[in-house]
Nanobody
Framework: QVQLVESGGGLVQPGGSLRLSCAAS????????MGWYRQAPGKRRDMVAT???????NYADSVKDRFTISRDNAKNTVYLQMNSLKPEDTAVYYC???????????????WGQGTQVTVSS
């Protein structure tokens, strides 16, 4: 089995910064890609940023130039550095990973439990 554990969420003021971490563990042969998604109350879950095994990144227009996604392959960990935070960034942030397990040829999507980010004065 595979699990993703997020950390780093919390309450910050507008203009502040926060760094989220997500560590994958378990029966992992390789991680094809990792990313962050967020969901506000009453809203759909939207992509925030993704990064492939080759280092290619993709960002939602609303967070470009403010957020940076990175990964540490040796630690099976993905990070999201969030700067210049706005109230509209408030949401539950979920870690996602596409993982190939030992003795299984099919990559599978996994989700973390989510971590709350609140931006408020």
């Amino acid at each position: 089995q595979v699990q993703l554990v997020e950390s780093g969420g919390g309450l910050v003021q507008p203009g502040g910064s926060l760094r989220l971490s997500c560590a994958a563990s378990g029966n992992i042969f390789s991680i094809n890609a990792m990313g962050w998604y967020r969901q506000a109350p009453g809203k759909r879950r939207d992509m925030v940023a993704t990064i492939t095994s080759g280092g290619s990144t993709n960002y939602a227009d609303s967070v470009k130039d403010r957020f940076t996604i990175s990964r540490d392959n040796a630690k099976n960990t993905v990070y999201l550095q969030m700067n210049s935070l706005k109230p509209e960034d408030t949401a539950v942030y979920y870690c996602n990973a596409i993982i190939t397990r030992y003795n299984n040829r099919n990559p599978t999507n996994y989700w973390g439990q989510g971590t709350q980010v609140t931006v408020s004065s």
